[in-house]
């Protein structure tokens, strides 16, 4: 429980150190690429730029979806994560367009060769934020965050972009008069990269928004653990939804039908405390109770025919 209770706070940790790192980068790639004359270096500080607003939104996000459940909200806030990681999928989109526009214009108009100190600052910031990836990665999957890992995933786009314009501005420094372009090119690709990572932190988080059901096998885990309590003797049904870092289960189970309302009542708790005993990120489980008058085929059976 203690652990549940820190959730939210762990990530609002990495999302704040996150946000200090990429500004301090977006400063540092800005002012390198405007002396530096090297444009995939400012589209690397657009980049990065993004970033301070995504984990801006993240952790406005983490803090709205830590509320507690109130009468409008009885489920809690936790689709607040989902719309945040939607929400950090569309800025990714944006600032590709505006990268992508700026290539095109620049690849047009030749301007002067990168300066060479430009690799030495591409070389910090890919080092610097495929670390701060790591960090953030570990800590959305310890939390069950989709949100925390989108912007996980956000950090490694603009390690990337940053390694695009190291080989972009080294074919350019490399090849002298001519390969100026190199250095455009390559921040045209990093452009067309973001659009294909926003569209990966898009799909589960639109998922989450429209209740997708849990991977197969961890609802089979939840069904096979229901099933381990003696006097359940079918689990009819197992549909879950994801609500922030936790999900919340329907079961339907079957017990005999001539015990007792209060015995019914009784399995039911001991199979709701067993699952969240064994699947922690289970918020809660809503149980409902039929007598197993006639056979009935398991929600298992019903999965292994189709």
Same mark, same amino acid.
């Given at each position: 429980?203690? %652990?549940?209770?820190? @959730? ?6 990495? @999302?704040?150190?996150?946000? =200090?790192?990429?500004?301090?980068? #977006? ?6 690429? *405007? ?25 406005? !996000? ?28 569309? #800025? ?14 620049? =690849? ?19 080092? @610097? ?12 999957? %310890?939390?069950?965050?989709? #949100? ?5 995933? +956000? +950090? ?10 190291? *080989? ?21 690709? #990093? ?8 569209? !990966?932190?898009? $799909?589960?988080?639109?998922? %989450?928004?429209?209740? &997708?059901?849990? %991977?197969?096998?961890?609802? &089979? ?10 006097? /359940? ?7 879950? $939804? ?18 007792? /309302?209060?015995?019914?009542?009784? *399995? ?18 809503? *149980? ?5 008058? @006639? ?12």
């Amino acid at each position: 429980m203690a %652990e549940a209770k820190n @959730t939210p706070n762990k990530g609002l940790r990495t @999302t704040l150190i996150g946000i =200090i790192v990429s500004a301090l980068l #977006a400063v540092v790639k800005a002012l390198g690429g *405007i002396f530096g004359h090297s444009y995939a270096l400012i589209a690397d500080a657009i980049e990065s730029g993004a970033d301070v607003f995504t984990s801006t939104m993240l952790w406005i !996000g983490l803090k709205w979806s830590a509320k507690p459940a109130d009468d409008n909200h009885p489920y809690g806030h936790g689709k607040a994560e989902a719309l945040v990681a939607l929400g950090i999928s569309l #800025a990714l989109v944006i600032a590709a367009g505006i990268i992508i526009r700026d290539s095109v214009l620049h =690849i047009m108009e030749p301007h002067k060769t990168p300066a060479p100190y430009t690799l030495i600052i591409l070389v910090v910031v890919i080092l @610097t934020k495929e670390l701060l990836y790591r960090f953030v990665l570990k800590t959305g999957t %310890e939390i069950n965050s989709g #949100a925390v890992k989108a912007d996980a995933f +956000h +950090h490694r786009s603009d390690a990337i972009t940053s390694a695009a314009a190291f *080989i972009g501005i080294s074919i350019a420094l490399i090849g002298g008069e001519g390969y100026e372009v190199a250095d455009d090119f390559a921040a045209l690709m #990093a452009g067309g990269f973001i659009i294909y990572n926003a569209c !990966g932190i898009a $799909r589960p988080a639109i998922g %989450e928004l429209l209740d &997708e059901a849990l %991977e197969p096998d961890l609802q &089979e885990d939840i069904s096979g653990i229901a099933l381990s309590v003696n006097a /359940v003797q079918v689990v009819q049904k197992c549909r879950s $939804r994801k609500m922030g870092t936790g999900y919340h289960v329907d079961l339907h189970i079957w017990i005999n039908g001539d015990l007792t /309302v209060k015995h019914g009542h009784d *399995i039911a708790h001991e199979v709701k405390d067993k699952i969240m005993k064994n699947v922690p990120y289970v918020l809660d489980v809503h *149980i409902h109770v039929e007598p197993n008058s @006639t056979q009935k085929e398991s929600w298992h059976d019903q999965r292994t025919r189709k």
